[in-house]
């Protein structure tokens, strides 16, 4: 999405990459979603997606689509291939399935404007795009010209710092 439509006053739903560092949980322990993932990328998402959003979920490469209060366990998955903890090929298409079927179970008790703004980046928005291509949607770190996850936490933490009042910020700002 490319216009300046104002977040203010629409529906918008932040979708946030889960994270490689997470709670050291005892074996059954469990912890909210939101609260289990402890980079601090993963926390200025969050916090981002608290400013600009009405809704949030997590993209789990375990779990699939989380709500940021649902209770799991630790876990070591990934989308990407080049980390140790890479579900595999079939997987990770597999993964892509089953969370466009829950975006679209969710997106169905949803405004027609909504705004999916999504904190991901490779196969996590890849395996999502089929969802997001007519929806409106805005992939900063896709669309955006970033070196890396510091440019990315530079760039929220200015937005977040630049808007005071929650949902206020327009995306042809960002």
Not at 133 to 160: H, L, V
Request: aromatic content about 10%; charged content about 25%; proline content about 3%.
């Amino acid at each position: 999405m490319n216009d300046l439509a104002k977040l203010q006053n629409r529906n918008a739903i932040c979708l946030i990459a889960c994270g490689k560092q997470k709670l050291d949980l005892n074996n059954g322990e469990t912890a909210k979603a939101v609260n289990l993932y402890t980079a601090t990328f993963f926390q200025i998402k969050d916090e981002f997606a608290d400013k600009f959003c009405q809704q949030k979920r997590i993209l789990s490469a375990k779990h699939n689509l989380l709500k940021p209060d649902e209770q799991i366990e630790e876990y070591d998955a990934s989308l990407i291939p080049t980390h140790d903890s890479y579900i595999g090929d079939d997987e990770v298409i597999q993964w892509g399935k089953d969370t466009r079927s829950q975006l679209e179970e969710l997106d169905q008790n949803q405004p027609e404007d909504t705004i999916y703004v999504v904190l991901a980046s490779g196969p996590y928005v890849e395996q999502i795009s089929e969802f997001l291509a007519d929806k409106n949607s805005y992939c900063p770190f896709e669309e955006g010209d970033f070196g890396g996850n510091g440019d990315q936490m530079g760039w929220m933490r200015t937005q977040i710092d630049n808007h005071p009042d929650k949902h206020q910020g327009t995306i042809g700002d960002w």
